[in-house]
């Protein structure tokens, strides 16, 4: 177990500094651009992929990382240049981790190479979890597998939303209900292979923020996959939804405090669990970038014949937004050591983490928009951009109200449903 340290070693710092030029090098530069498009920014990607950000090995490497800090570490960087063009690079990401996270070293080994493709042919993926209907409530979804045993196939019929890559990907993680009166215990993930008949994009959303990163609904209608799609397989389900139904029998229901990595509940929580201090970590990369930004300008902007920053309330401001995000940061990291080192979330930690950088960055980046003045309300700087960005930190994977459900009911010990 890696002792948790608040200094990264010298090969993260390598990769941190190598991270950090791609980010203002390559993706800054392209930032605006995308947005304006609100198209998948296809041509970062295959610059992502070429020089090895973009690729299962890396992600491989941080997720690995023993002190936990590689995965929060490469997020920051990646965000701190922009966050939609950021998401567009590690939206597969989720995906992978749903596979890391339920599948076997074979379905491992076999879907995330192709979830990324190569530098010459780059593919994406898509995490398949939230409905029109079921959002935050992912006990309530409603899209339907049933398994057919004659062929050996699962039959999926449902409709997704809020998908990220959702439609455009070369693979789908889907989590669909094998016994819906099993609630979220009822819960199971599938693969869905490219060009899979059935399988359709519907409404593509036209979004406030990370304009860049695509998110669609995925209509399933009959999508049929083999057997051996179900992550995690068959015979591991058929048990794990025994042991649910004789609990259900006896009258025991809710889901203990969430964990480490060894103490997932169900497919999407499962996902879930493992990603939100990678958001949280996200959220911090753009408060920093916006923060960065209202510093520099108000060391350089002039009022009533002296830099703003010598007034105390723009002086205030920024000594509350850099002690806000070096607070986020320390949550996240503590929150991702924990997990990699199999700590229990006993006050639900990595909730914490996601909960407070979220609200960080939707602050931070406000408070840079007034800094700024009217320049910071206009798109000839980039805090207008990241002020919309940093919205959807407290919305996707778990809104705010959840985290601080999830936190209330870890630290009072009732059930999280």
């Keep these: ?124 993926a898509a995490f398949c979890s939230s409905e029109p209907d079921a959002g935050s409530d992912v006990a309530s979804l409603r899209t339907r597998a049933v398994y057919d045993e004659a062929r050996d196939e699962w039959v999926i019929n449902g409709t997704k939303t809020w998908a990220t890559n959702g439609g455009i990907a070369n693979v789908h993680v889907v989590v669909a209900s094998v016994d819906p009166e099993l609630g979220s215990k009822g819960h199971a993930s599938f693969i869905v292979p490219p060009n899979t008949p059935g399988l359709a994009q519907g409404q593509k959303f036209k979004k406030h923020g990370i304009r860049a990163s695509h998110t669609a609904e995925v209509i399933l209608d009959g999508v049929r996959v083999p057997g051996s799609c179900l992550l995690g397989g068959k015979e591991k389900l058929d048990e794990r939804l025994a042991r649910a139904r004789e609990k259900a029998k006896k009258g025991g229901a809710g889901v203990p405090p969430a964990g480490g990595r060894g103490s997932l509940k ?26 960065e930004v209202a510093l520099d300008y108000a060391r350089t902007r002039e009022q009533f014949g002296r830099p703003i920053i010598d007034n105390q309330g723009v002086a205030f401001q920024l000594a509350d937004m850099r002690t806000r995000i070096d607070a986020a940061r320390l949550l996240v990291w503590r929150a991702s050591w924990m997990a990699v080192n199999g700590r229990p979330f006993t006050a639900a930690e990595g909730s914490m983490s996601k909960l407070f950088a979220s609200e960080t960055a939707k602050e931070v980046t406000a408070q840079a928009v007034q800094i700024l003045g009217g320049n910071g309300y206009t798109r000839e700087y980039p805090v207008e951009r990241m002020h919309r960005d940093a919205a959807i930190y407290t919305i996707f994977e778990g809104t705010s109200e959840i985290q601080r459900l999830v936190i209330s009911r870890t630290i009072s010990g009732m059930p999280i449903r």
């Design 266 to 291: 169900n497919a999407a929580m499962a996902t879930f669990e493992a990603s939100r201090p990678a958001v949280g970590a996200m959220a911090v990369g753009t408060a920093r970038a916006a923060y």
């Design 1 to 124: 177990m890696a002792e948790f340290t608040m200094e990264l070693n010298d090969e993260q710092k390598e990769v941190r500094d190598w991270l950090h030029g791609f980010a203002a090098d390559v993706i800054r530069p392209a930032a605006a651009e995308w947005d304006e498009r609100e198209e998948t920014p296809w041509p970062v990607i295959q610059e992502a992929a070429k020089v090895g950000i973009y690729s299962l090995d890396f992600y491989a490497q941080q997720y690995f990382d023993s002190t936990g800090l590689g995965i929060p570490m490469a997020m920051e960087e990646l965000f701190w240049g922009d966050a939609g063009i950021a998401l567009s690079i590690v939206g597969t990401g989720l995906a992978a981790v749903g596979v890391l996270a339920n599948g076997t070293e074979e379905q491992i080994g076999t879907w995330i190479p192709q979830m990324y493709g190569d530098a010459s042919d780059v593919k994406v």
